[in-house]
């Protein structure tokens, strides 16, 4: 087996400063977010399509220092709740550059997004229409996008797939049902359509169906300059750029996306005779998930049967992703060197349940013992924004390093945050 002997490019640390002096200061389970890297991927982004609107998808992580590290790259944001929307626009983000998603918005996430003035609010169905001019007022108007459903299979898990007919978000081309509600949209004078917008899913590593979107998209926008005589400026590809979780795994080429995304819908305008849309792209997961590490302590190291488990200090209420999407990670044992041979085990959370894996089958060195530092890199995005109350252990704080430095981001959740909401008796 292999040696972990040979010291990792990861145990120097992030941004400079070692793990083990982040996981002694905030205690475990932490979540370490590289400020630098965050902004470099802002603007590998930025560089790749220069003239697009790159809007980073709030949902795979949130915080104030992000909306000022995504502002300040010059990226819009999309939001889907009135939470994530507030916390952007009293961190200071311009509102016109957000766009608000949801397939089912409640009342106060459209009050919000009026009150706050967003600049596009995507449309996910027919019953939003009548409601969002309701709310926009005879005197208002509101730019709008519709999403629709390309009918396009892509997404690295079924339960993060959204570019088919048989799942909740948008409305139907091959149905009729997004050209219908199109049509009514422009028969509100509250709305303004400035586009399209789909999204095909999550995970996505190849580029190809983003070039099958672009085609199906532009046949509509076709469509819909026949049958209407309007000319839609922009069109949305949502996000869905896969990363690698491990090394060796695939991620989703961005300069070939770029690259063979504008190449496609030139071609497919001018065979179209329309005008080439502004392109908005709205990556999560590819600007925040390799720029976050957790890092847990082993508090209990077991062997039954054939299995070795190494059981951590956090688990499934902070990373649900291995027990929703069967996604696997490489945990790395930190802050000491083993010399000894490595040995498969199972990293397990310490929550109530089997399910609760958070790397099955990986390597640590045989000697992993209680107190030792793990790191799960490839951390930031859908971690902490899916994190939830199961145990009552509280959810963990995250830090951010930049330059040398660690700074405490969002804290701890306490057992008196957890007992204060508990009002009745
Ligand atoms: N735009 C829209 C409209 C979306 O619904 C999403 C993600 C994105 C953009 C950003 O997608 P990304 O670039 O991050 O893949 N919890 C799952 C992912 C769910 C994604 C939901 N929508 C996971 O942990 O893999």
């Known amino acids: 087996p292999a040696s972990t002997a040979e010291p990792q490019p990861g145990d120097l640390g992030v941004g400079g400063v070692p793990l083990a002096e982040i996981a002694d200061r905030f205690g475990t389970p932490v979540y370490v977010l590289d400020e630098g890297e965050v902004r470099d991927r802002c603007r590998t982004y930025r560089h790749a399509f220069p003239d697009a609107d790159v809007v980073y998808a709030a949902k795979a992580f949130l915080c104030r220092a992000m909306v000022h590290w995504v502002d300040e790259e010059g990226l819009g944001l999309d939001v889907c709740s009135a939470g994530e929307l507030e916390l952007a626009v009293t961190a200071g983000f311009p509102p016109e550059k957000i766009v608000l998603h949801g397939n089912a ?12 003035g967003v600049g596009r609010i995507v449309i996910d169905g027919p019953s939003e229409i009548a409601r969002l001019a309701a709310a926009v007022g005879p005197e208002g108007r509101q730019k709008v996008m519709v999403r629709v459903i390309p009918g396009i299979s892509a997404g690295g898990h079924a339960k993060i797939r959204t570019g088919t007919d048989d799942q909740k978000f948008g409305l139907s081309i091959s149905d009729g049902y997004a050209q219908h509600a199109i049509a009514r949209i422009l028969d509100q004078p509250q709305l303004e359509l ?11 590593t190849s580029v190809k169906p983003y070039l099958s979107a672009v085609r199906r998209m532009v046949g509509l926008m076709a469509r819909l300059h026949e049958q209407h ?10 996000g869905g750029h896969g990363i690698a979780y491990r090394p060796g795994e695939p991620a989703l080429d961005l ?4 690259r ?11 065979a179209a005779g329309l005008r080439v849309p502004r392109l908005m792209i709205e990556p999560g997961r590819a600007i925040a998930g390799p720029a976050g590490v957790a890092l847990y302590h082993v508090l209990a190291v077991k062997r039954t049967g054939s299995q070795v488990f190494v059981a ?17 990670y490489a945990p790395r044992l930190v802050g000491r060197h083993s010399a000894v041979p490595t040995t498969p085990v199972t990293v397990v959370g310490r929550h109530c349940e089997a399910g609760d894996v958070l790397a099955a089958d990986v390597e640590l060195p045989e000697d992993v013992r209680p107190g030792d530092l793990l790191a799960v890199p490839v951390a930031g995005a859908y971690h902490l924004s899916m994190a939830s109350g199961y145990n009552m252990v509280g959810r963990p704080p995250v830090a951010a390093v930049a330059d040398g430095r660690a700074r405490l981001l969002i804290r701890r959740e306490s057992l008196d945050d957890i007992r204060s909401r508990d009002v009745g008796l």
């Open 105 to 116: 918005k409640s009342p106060r996430d459209l009050e919000t997004a009026l009150r706050l």
């Open 194 to 204: 400035t586009g399209l917008h789909c999204h095909l899913g999550s995970q996505i």
């Open 229 to 238: 005589g309007i000319v839609l400026p922009e069109l949305d590809l949502g």
């Open 255 to 258: 300069t070939a996306l770029a």
């Open 260 to 270: 063979k995304v504008r190449a496609e819908l030139i071609a497919a305008c001018a």
């Open 312 to 328: 951590v200090d956090g688990g499934m209420s902070d990373n649900p992703r291995p027990a929703l999407y069967g996604v696997r």
